[in-house]
């Protein structure tokens, strides 16, 4: 009994050092699963036309290269860039001012609207020129995070589904309810990856289509702000679309204005309503509550790809809540049988 007192000890301090020293790398690693996850269907469909599962990781992991990982830096870059030209040339206050006038008149009181609204956007622009040149810094020192989460994804792919059975196997929990953890963790996390992710990018995609089409200025910045934004449920792409279409009107670009509420209204507003019903069949959504919470949370304790990693994370701690509600419900049903069969 001591000697496997003293194993458990032994264990949990080695454990909690090994967490603090992975802490670092925490972010890659987490991005690498994220991906292996999604890759992995594929991985498994490419097994018809490659037979060696290493090549397969390896074409796999040089196409997240070339084709995402590499293309995000530079994006990330030129947005840093774009922040402050993109801030001056999106004078909302201006917009604000006439709408002021409006309600002024139709009140006939003055409401204190261009007022606040300035003092408001020239924080949010100061904040963003301060943070534009730590947002270039941390592109810069990500060469070591982007090695880690490649070299994590090829032993994802590769090894992921055979360390995902041994996971469950070592977990402490009975065999008739492991498959209920197995269900729960799959329904949760693709709803929010497929669900939510994949209608975000589906939406920047489209918004910036029609931000090019209607010559708002410092596209990749938008783009890159509207795919934040569709992360959080109910107003999403609306909450940067909308005012810059207001903000052309107010400019005097009648034509770039209401082309633009027009196209955000019925392009990039209904995918929520024809792509994500389709991609979530049989799959359980995270509430709109927890994903706010979990992009606002993921942005500020892990920087711009928190709006990922937030919901993922929450996302697993409703799947962990939901097998806890399954496995009770699961004894109580067998606590019923066994008392019927005796009775």
Do not use: C
């Not at 590499?70 to 922040?83: G, K, N, S, T, Y």
């Not at 090695?147 to 992921?160: E, I, K, Q, S």
């Not at 949370?297 to 962990?320: C, D, E, Q, T």
């Amino acid at each position: 009994m001591t000697k496997r007192v003293a194993f458990y000890v032994l264990l949990s301090l080695l454990a909690v050092l090994s967490a603090v020293m992975l802490v670092p790398v925490f972010v890659p690693v987490m991005v690498s699963m994220i991906l292996g996850y999604l890759l992995l269907p594929i991985h498994e469909r490419l097994g018809r036309a490659i037979s060696s599962p290493d090549l397969r990781a390896v074409a796999l992991v040089l196409l997240v290269l070339f084709a995402l990982a590499l293309p995000v830096l530079l994006v990330v870059v030129q947005v840093a860039d774009e922040i402050p030209n993109a801030l001056k040339a999106a004078d909302l206050s201006h917009a604000a001012a006439k709408i002021n006038q409006w309600l002024d008149r139709t009140l006939n009181r003055h409401v204190p609207l261009s007022e606040n609204l300035g003092i408001y956007l020239a924080r949010v622009r100061d904040a963003a020129l301060r943070a534009a040149p730590s947002i270039i810094g941390a592109v810069g020192n990500t060469a070591l995070g982007l090695f880690v989460m490649l070299y994590t994804l090829f032993y994802v792919l590769r090894d992921g589904k055979q360390v995902w059975r041994d996971f469950v196997l070592l977990l402490p929990l009975q065999e008739e309810v492991k498959p209920l953890l197995v269900r729960d963790l799959q329904q949760t996390l693709s709803g929010v990856l497929y669900g939510q992710l994949v209608t975000a990018a589906a939406q920047a995609l489209l918004a910036a289509i029609g931000y090019a089409i209607f010559h708002v200025p410092n596209v990749l910045f938008w783009s890159f702000l509207t795919l934040i934004a569709s992360m959080i449920p109910f107003a999403g792409s609306t909450i940067v679309w909308l005012p810059l279409a207001i903000a052309r009107l107010a400019a005097g670009d009648k034509v770039g204005g209401i082309g633009l509420l027009i196209y955000g209204s019925v392009l990039v507003m209904n995918v929520d309503n024809i792509i994500k019903p389709r991609l979530i069949a049989g799959r359980s959504q995270l509430h709109p509550v927890a994903a706010l919470l979990g992009v606002v949370g993921g942005l500020h304790l892990f920087g711009v790809i928190g709006f990922l990693l937030g919901p993922v994370l929450l996302s697993l701690v409703v799947a962990m809540l939901r097998f806890h509600r399954d496995v009770s419900l699961y004894e109580l049903a067998s606590k019923t049988n066994v008392a019927r069969d005796q009775t």
